[in-house]
């Protein structure tokens, strides 16, 4: 799986995102490292706390599907369906991302021209734990 197609599978996810409150739409999508793609949008909800973020989606299809082996993930969002800028993972992604990846877990963040960023897991969510570490393990 190219770095291309994985951001081709992101743009895609994005157009099936429910955004009626803020309007902007994210897609990601999660390469698995027997090379099954999983594509995830973010899904909004009145109250706010209960939103999904596109890459938990990924994660939760995939993991539901018995996949625990992660290589990369690209993400792409922006207002109203048109990418607009680098989107980045939350904490809550980036902790869910650290719980089934390790620190060279590859992160495409892609923009509004068709350029993107790369970055690792380390990089982006340095001094993590993972649930092993956490319990001193």
């Keep these: 799986m190219t770095a291309e197609r994985l951001m081709d599978l992101a743009k895609e996810a994005m157009t099936h995102a429910y955004a009626p409150y803020s309007g902007y739409t994210v897609g990601a999508a999660l390469l698995c490292a ?5 594509q995830g949008c973010n899904i909004e909800n009145a109250s706010y706390s209960p939103t999904n973020c596109a890459e938990r989606t990924a994660f939760f299809k995939a993991v539901y599907d018995g996949h625990r082996d992660f290589t990369a993930m690209a993400v ?3 207002k109203g369906g048109v990418i607009t800028g680098y989107f980045p993972p939350c904490g809550v992604c980036r902790q869910v991302m650290r719980e089934f990846c390790g620190d060279d877990f590859i992160l495409y963040f892609v923009g509004p021209q068709g350029q993107y960023e790369q970055h690792t897991l380390a990089e982006i969510f340095p001094s993590s ?3 092993g570490e956490h ?3």
Excluded at 34 to 38: E, K, Q, W
């Design 34 to 38: 027997d090379g099954t793609v999983y």
């Design 76 to 78: 792409c969002g922006g």
């Design 129 to 131: 734990f993972s649930a």
């Design 135 to 137: 319990m001193g393990e």
